[in-house]
């Protein structure tokens, strides 16, 4: 499996419900970031987790962090419609260049 | 606001023909990078460059080529284009520091390659 992998692929909850992703990676890294993407457009980017930090919050957004484990997750608090989209994690390796690694995402459906 | 801009949401080309995908970005990055996007694959980096002029092969960059000239624009150039080159592809760019600044993307180009 590649670097970045995201689990579930695909998430259907109703709204107002919380929503949790989770990211699993394999070599050491500078940071983590989640990116959402609406269907059809480009990526935005949400937040970066540092590879020192354990916890991070915007907003309704929720990141951790386990660099033992190597694995990450983004829980989005009393989720909306709008939320609907596919969410991506990225790390930046330790070992690297300026290349960015993204796993294949999970689409989440927000059911009103 | 950080504005990327990709020339075309939408391109139907044929195969054989040379391809130009443009982007622009306005906020003096240093980085700028081209994807493409798959189902089930994720986005797959083809070319980056850390400055004018210089650029650095990324996972898949065999049937293309890229061109900076200038800082604000980041050309990919499908040299001969085949079906299998059809596809989205992105355009991001970011601040200098090594993966430690977020990407900032435009909203893609759907390429048809017929």
């Known amino acids: 499996s590649q670097q970045g992998e995201e689990d579930p692929q695909a998430l259907s909850i109703q709204e107002g419900e919380n929503a949790t992703m989770n990211c699993s990676y394999k070599?050491?890294?500078?940071?983590l970031q989640w990116y959402r993407q609406n269907s059809g457009r480009g990526l935005v980017h949400l937040i970066l987790?540092?590879?020192?930090?354990r916890e991070k919050h915007s907003g309704r957004l929720r990141v951790t962090l386990d660099t033992s484990k190597k694995s990450s997750s983004l829980l989005i608090t009393a989720s909306r419609a709008a939320d609907t989209a596919s969410y991506f994690c990225?790390?930046?390796?330790?070992?690297?260049?300026?290349?960015?690694?993204f796993g294949t995402g999970t689409r989440l459906k927000v059911l009103a | 606001d950080v504005k990327v801009t990709q020339s075309s949401r939408y391109l139907v080309k044929r195969t054989g023909e040379k391809v130009f995908l443009e982007c622009v970005q306005d906020?003096?990055?240093?980085?700028m990078f081209w994807y493409r996007q798959d189902p089930g694959l994720g986005l797959r980096l083809i070319y980056f460059?850390?400055?004018?002029?210089?650029?650095e092969k990324g996972d898949i960059p065999e049937g293309y080529s890229v061109s900076r000239e200038k800082k604000e624009r980041f050309s990919l150039i499908l040299e001969s284009a085949s079906t299998n080159q059809t596809s989205m592809y992105l355009c991001?760019?970011?601040?200098?520091?090594?993966?430690?600044?977020?990407?900032?993307f435009g909203d893609g180009t759907r390429l048809s390659i017929l």
């Open positions: 460059s850390y400055d004018v002029k210089m650029k």
């Open positions: 070599t050491s890294i500078n940071n």
């Open positions: 906020m003096d990055h240093e980085n």
């Open positions: 991001a760019s970011s601040f200098a520091a090594r993966g430690s600044q977020p990407q900032h």
């Open positions: 990225a790390t930046a390796p330790v070992s690297g260049t300026y290349k960015y690694i």
């Open positions: 987790i540092r590879s020192n930090e």
